[in-house]
């Protein structure tokens, strides 16, 4: 298979955080001052603390500081011995003491909550067992569940609090499995909510197998008796749940907890729980302060602290609501979500936030999907009324202006979110752009001369190209073979053309840049559900075109105008064809537009390179190799391209028989079949026959001399000064014995070189084989929006089980 260059997770979350950092509203860096929890110092101004997950505010307790000097003074900063060797007595009365905060349960502690996960879930799950995961529980839960692949775990992903998906899962596997995992947090760290434990009582009480694994970082303390969290008072079976939480948020310290359900499994992961054994135990000034916070968990103090943060709780609930601020959270949690829809509203509502004084959180794609992010707010117990009302005065002023600046309107946003818009703030977009779009259906309604004065040159998608596309898919049997085309052409006063461009709707495979081996994977299971994984899609251009497919031909605030116009078109257009999957692209590297797409919510993502030769034509082979750099890619094309050209048999046609189109379609379907670099469906079997009937298509035959087979053909269109190969077609029994492959690139370029064109595009992948005639690699880049991240969930946890 070819090898290709693709993004990761990772790249996309590195292209969305660096571009808020840009804007100053994430990774901020904080000054020394540090005022009990209700200010931060950032950039020398005073902010009013409404991120922080410090809930009951214990980080600062005089109880917690005493603790955690006085076990310093006696023991040092740290006991640099493992576990397994040594335990000394104050871990052990801490664990005590949580234990008892716990309803008598057995708890270990670690030097962090993703540490004990590691340690936990390796421990007690096995090759027998079935995961199944909530698709936003805390990456440090999916982590090592994923992981769990390694030993033969089977693992599955639900969207979010679906507990019908969950059931169905428990209907399908209960006989296969030795016991059924969900996993969940228990408060989600984004929006506040919290898991229905009616439900999972329910289902733990009508499926034996079913095992409850919970992280409850965002719910200890502030929650249940003794602050044993959100979860733990929900609990109707003990013995098949599992509770996971922190010493940090709440509690005041650092570390995680692990609460056991039996005995037996406390001993084993105690004798050797992974992390818990070989990194360092907690150290004395985090297990004083952690004693300390534990005695107060215990006392009645702290149903007076939880009283007065839920005090604040319900204030904040209230005023947002007759403020008609727009909170997604569940109430009696202190996390709160305030929908703002596109990034740049949100970036531009936070930033114009903490010039008000007030820190709050971003949060954006990948962790919300692209047009739902908004602010997180929390709260701790050191604020105040007067901070609560400060801060609703702040958003209620500064929303408007937000949205009025950014050109973006509530009704719109309340839409998007699924929500009724209640009119609260009062403001409804009223700019309009001064330039006019049009859209057309077809290509023939479009102007032959307009459309190839920007587009001529530029790849197949020129006026008699499209024609031939829409053509191929068009009035197709299947689904996948149909795509809708809308041309967009957004004009000045003048009627001067100021952008253009092309998009396609259609059904994707959503693992369509996915790793080979993850296609492969999902194929398998798309012969039971052939819609798996897959997305209605509103795609720039087209999946048999590439190349420059957007034209802007303005500058300053014109630019600015005609991108507006383009983003609205984008949204009607999306909305029309029910798209929930929005990719643009072909772009390079040093787009200047990127980052006004990414303030409209699109994450950058990278495409495998893109190949262009630019042509310097030669009359015979021993210029050809005199053209190319170094002697070891003139020995490759010398040895398995010239010297073994005679034993194929060339031909060039226009026009080409029902019978040759058949062969030639099989041989494309060889190489679809084999390869999932680009895994999309298959084209339509008319499509050989539509591209001979145009002027602009030709078709390269290879025969084998010996037998007169056909063996190999390539499909390409002709530019006025360039030359695009579309498709390929290989007989895969000569690829590696005559070196078939090669022998087609060879004639490609040999090809464009009797055509005198300039350039040649040769498409994706194979890059190494294509550098050998001078292909220079374009870094290339699509800009990506997606409704909802679950897909994109499911695929990465398939890449992470490859």
Not at 216 to 242: E, L, Q, V
Not at 383 to 412: C, Q, T, W
Not at 454 to 479: M, P, R, T, V, Y
Not at 683 to 697: D, G, Q, R
Request: aromatic share 12%; glycine share 6%.
């Amino acid at each position: 298979m070819a090898k290709i260059t693709r993004s990761n997770y990772l790249d996309v979350v590195d292209n969305v955080w660096t571009a808020a950092r840009k804007k100053g509203i994430m990774h901020i860096n904080l000054d020394d001052q540090y005022d009990h929890g209700t200010a931060l110092a950032i950039n020398g101004n005073q902010l009013k603390n409404f991120g922080s997950c410090g809930y009951m505010g214990l980080e600062n307790h005089a109880d917690l500081i005493k603790g955690s000097i006085d076990l310093t003074k006696k023991y040092g900063v740290q006991l640099a011995i493992s576990r397994a060797y040594v335990r000394p007595t104050y871990t052990l009365e801490l664990e005590g003491l949580l234990s008892q905060i716990f309803g008598g349960r057995k708890t270990l502690v670690y030097s962090s909550t993703s540490n004990a996960h590691i340690s936990i879930i390796a421990t007690v799950i096995g090759s027998e067992d079935l995961v199944v995961l909530d698709q936003q529980v805390h990456f440090s839960v999916q982590f090592p569940a994923r992981n769990m692949k390694l030993k033969g775990t089977i693992l599955k992903i639900v969207k979010h609090a679906d507990y019908v998906g969950l059931e169905k899962i428990l209907q399908e596997e209960t006989n296969n499995y030795n016991k059924i995992w969900y996993m969940a947090d228990g408060v989600y760290s984004m929006h506040g909510d919290v898991p229905d434990m009616d439900i999972l009582n329910g289902l733990m009480a009508k499926y034996p197998k079913l095992y409850c694994y919970f992280d409850d970082a965002h719910g200890m303390s502030w929650g249940g008796s003794n602050g044993s969290g959100y979860i733990f008072d929900k609990i109707k079976f003990p013995k098949r749940t599992y509770l996971m939480t922190t010493l940090g948020k709440s509690f005041g310290c650092i570390g995680g907890v692990a609460v056991f359900p039996d005995d037996e499994t406390y001993r084993k992961v105690d004798v050797f729980g992974g992390p818990l054994s070989y990194s360092h135990p907690l150290p004395p000034p985090v297990i004083g302060a952690a004693i300390a916070s534990a005695k107060i968990h215990l006392s009645p103090l702290m149903a007076v602290y939880q009283g007065e943060l839920k005090q604040l709780m319900d204030y904040f609930q209230k005023r947002m609501r007759e403020e008609g601020i727009p909170n997604l959270s569940t109430d009696g949690t202190p996390i709160y979500f305030i929908a703002c829809g596109l990034n740049r509203v949100t970036r531009n509502l936070v930033k114009r936030i903490l010039n008000d004084g007030f820190y709050v959180n971003t949060a954006t794609f990948p962790v919300v999907a692209n047009d739902k992010s908004g602010i997180r707010i929390s709260l701790n117990r050191h604020l105040s009324i007067e901070d609560i009302e400060g801060l609703v005065k702040v958003i209620k002023y500064h929303f408007p202006l937000a949205m009025e600046e950014e050109n973006d309107d509530f009704e719109r946003m309340y839409n998007d979110f699924g929500l009724k818009y209640t009119g609260a703030f009062g403001y409804k977009k009223e700019k309009e752009y001064k330039y006019k779009t049009e859209i057309y259906k077809t290509i023939s309604d479009v102007n032959k001369e307009d459309w190839d004065t920007i587009f001529k040159d530029k790849g197949n998608f020129d006026f008699e190209g499209l024609k031939s596309i829409e053509s191929i898919f068009s009035q197709n049997d299947k689904a996948t073979q149909n795509w809708e085309f809308r041309y967009v052409i957004i004009r000045d006063e003048n009627n001067e053309i100021k952008l253009a461009t092309h998009f396609t709707s259609g059904i994707y495979k959503d693992d369509m840049l996915s790793h080979e081996d993850v296609s492969i994977k999902i194929e398998k299971e798309r012969l039971k559900n052939p819609n798996f994984l897959c997305s209605q899609t509103l795609a720039m251009g087209n999946m048999f075109s590439e190349g420059d497919l957007l034209n802007v031909n303005a500058k300053g605030n014109d630019k600015i105008e005609a991108i507006g116009c383009l983003f609205e078109c984008i949204r009607d257009l999306k909305n029309e064809f029910e798209a929930t999957t929005v990719i643009l692209r072909d772009f390079e590297a040093d787009f200047e537009l990127a980052e006004q797409f990414e303030d409209e919510g699109y994450a950058k993502i990278r495409l495998p390179n893109s190949n262009l030769i630019k042509m310097n034509f030669w009359n015979d082979e021993k210029e050809l190799l005199e053209l190319i750099p170094t002697q070891k890619r003139r020995r490759n094309i010398r040895n398995y391209a010239l010297k073994l050209e005679h034993l194929f048999e060339v031909e060039v046609k226009e026009n080409i028989t029902k019978e040759e189109a058949d062969i030639y379609y099989r041989l494309f379907v060889n190489v679809k079949d084999r390869n999932y670099a680009f895994n999309f469906f298959k084209y339509p079997e008319k499509m050989p026959i539509v591209l001979a009937e145009s002027k602009a298509y030709e078709f390269i035959e290879i025969r084998l001399k010996e037998t007169q087979e056909i063996i190999a053909a390539v499909w390409s269109y002709k530019g006025e000064q360039h030359y695009s190969p579309m498709i390929m077609g290989l007989d895969y029994r000569y690829t590696q014995s005559i070196y078939l492959y090669k022998q087609t690139i060879y004639q490609i370029v040999k090809r464009a070189n009797f055509l005198k064109k300039e350039k040649v595009y040769l498409g994706y992948s194979a890059d190494f084989e294509k550098r050998r005639y001078g292909a220079e690699q374009i870094e290339t880049y699509c800009y990506l929006k997606v409704d909802d991240t679950f897909n994109l969930d499911v695929l990465e946890s398939i890449s992470n089980l490859s």
